[in-house]
């Protein structure tokens, strides 16, 4: 049934722009700031993680700051379309700005995944940044592609604050905030086949934390492993003549959690 409504759903979209565009009732659109884009994939996986293995819808609001669209803050959020097999549904909604020049980029994120929150050691809260119980998570995120000879890309991200529900929040004896493991991760990438109509990257994750003795991403046993190792293809599927999808195909394994995921993506618009 789910596969009839997203069948559904595409050709609906598709033909509607095609039927709009050749009856000439689209004009032109002025350039606007402000932008959304919709994502369908079959699962969600995040540095190494397994944040559900049910199909997500993904959305992402974004303003630019400025004319040339290198500022920008914006809302992320995502939903499972089913329950996972423990009986909790993934729901999130992020709150970001960052700044990209095209090889440089950098971004102050607020994560809420609000996915089997543990009200014993974090607050269920949206609105609670208590230091102590908070479940929102302050990540920092750092990427640099190099130059077209080498296009490398290196990425990394710490965690800075909050994350009681993630495990990121040390507590004293007494229940009292003693500190923050600082969850780091760092990647690097790099498009191993570009310019066709299939392209692929390959990439290799690490984790660890500035703070403590085990980190988010691991099997909680040691403080640096590696945790996300796979490649991605894609490539653009002419829906019609005004209409293209952007899809992808990725695969992991995590070698610390000793699991491996196929994940399937579309970029809707």
């Known amino acids: 049934m789910m596969k009839i409504l997203k069948g559904i759903f595409l050709l609906v979209l598709g033909t509607g722009r ?19 884009t919709a994502n369908i994939q079959n699962n969600h996986l995040w540095r190494g993680l397994i944040i559900t293995d049910k199909p997500v819808v993904m959305g992402n609001l974004s303003y630019a700051l400025d004319a040339e669209k290198k500022w920008k803050v914006g809302i992320w959020g995502a939903s499972a379309l089913a329950d996972d097999k423990d009986n909790t549904h993934y729901k999130e909604i992020n709150y970001y700005i960052q700044y990209s020049d095209g090889r440089f980029y950098i971004g102050l994120w607020d994560l809420y995944n609000s996915r089997n929150i543990n009200t014993a050691v974090a607050a269920d809260d949206i609105f609670s940044y208590s230091q102590r119980r908070t479940a929102h998570i302050i990540d920092l995120r750092t990427n640099y592609t190099f130059g077209s000879s080498f296009p490398i890309n290196i990425e990394a991200d710490i965690m800075l604050y909050g994350g009681a529900n993630a495990g990121e929040v040390i507590l004293e004896p007494d229940g009292s905030y003693k500190k923050n493991r600082y969850s780091t991760y760092v990647q690097a990438s790099y498009p191993v086949i570009s310019g066709q109509k299939v392209n692929l990257d390959a990439f290799v994750g690490a984790g660890f934390s500035l703070n403590g003795d ?11 492993d590696i945790v996300n ?8 599927i002419k829906i019609t003549e005004h209409y293209s999808l952007p899809v992808s195909m990725m695969a992991m394994w995590n070698p610390s959690n000793k699991y491996a995921r196929i994940q399937l993506a579309a970029t809707v618009f």
């Open 229 to 236: 190792v796979g490649v991605k293809a894609g490539k653009v």
């Open 214 to 224: 085990t980190f988010l991403y691991g099997n909680g046993k040691n403080n640096f």
């Open 18 to 36: 095609l039927f709009s565009q050749e009856n000439g009732d689209v004009k032109e659109a002025k350039e606007s700031r402000l932008d959304f």
